[in-house]
């Protein structure tokens, strides 16, 4: 059976937050970002998560590219002899054409968005769907829910996934280069 390699965009292969994060501090002052959640005071999630996508609309032309991982790209996919890499964001599909370009400009290889719209469950249903036996994500809980129904789940990390126990199908690399380095030492040896 054919095997794929999918991932997530925003912190794995797109350097975001910064876009938004400054903007959250100047609008809202003090905040926390703890477990992937955004807190501020007296603000409703929705609220948040609308401030963040209006950033993302128009700043995403000032999103940069995190090179490692961005570089393993092509190397990914000859590894597997992929047509595509499908790339499973929770962004709302409202961002799609902001997406595209941004992925067009920075990503010298093809590939195939899939949305969820926040319900990141959802992004299971679309690795079982599309045969992905790996998965790249910086989001603990997805990484970890995904965990038991493929052959690996990489864990991206960052401070906000730091400190917790994850599923033993569970890897944690620094960016996708080194996930290619495991993939490549794996294939060689199964
Ligand atoms: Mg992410």
Redesign the pocket.
């Known amino acids: 059976m054919k095997t794929y390699f999918a991932t ?5 292969l797109a350097d975001s937050m910064p876009v938004w994060i400054y903007g959250l501090y100047v609008k809202y002052g003090y905040f926390t970002l703890k477990n992937y959640k955004i807190q501020v005071n007296g603000i409703c999630q929705k609220e948040i998560s609308k401030f963040i996508y209006e950033r993302l609309l128009l700043r995403s032309n000032r999103i940069q590219p995190i090179k490692p991982s961005v570089e393993a790209l092509p190397k990914i996919l000859e590894l597997f002899d992929q047509k595509y890499i499908p790339i499973i964001t929770s962004r709302n599909k409202n961002l799609f054409n902001c997406t595209e370009k941004w992925c067009q400009k920075n990503l010298s290889i093809p590939f195939k968005l899939f949305f969820t719209d926040g319900i990141d469950a959802d992004k299971l249903k679309i690795i079982l769907e599309n045969d992905i036996h790996y998965f790249a ?3 603990f809980r997805t990484v970890n829910d995904i965990a038991p129904f493929i052959k690996t789940s990489f864990l991206i990390n960052y401070k906000w996934n730091a400190d917790r126990k994850e599923h033993q199908n569970v890897i944690r690399k620094d960016n996708l280069a080194q996930v290619l380095e495991y993939l490549k030492d794996k294939l060689i040896n199964e």
């Open positions: 997530d965009l925003d912190m794995v994500d910086d989001r």
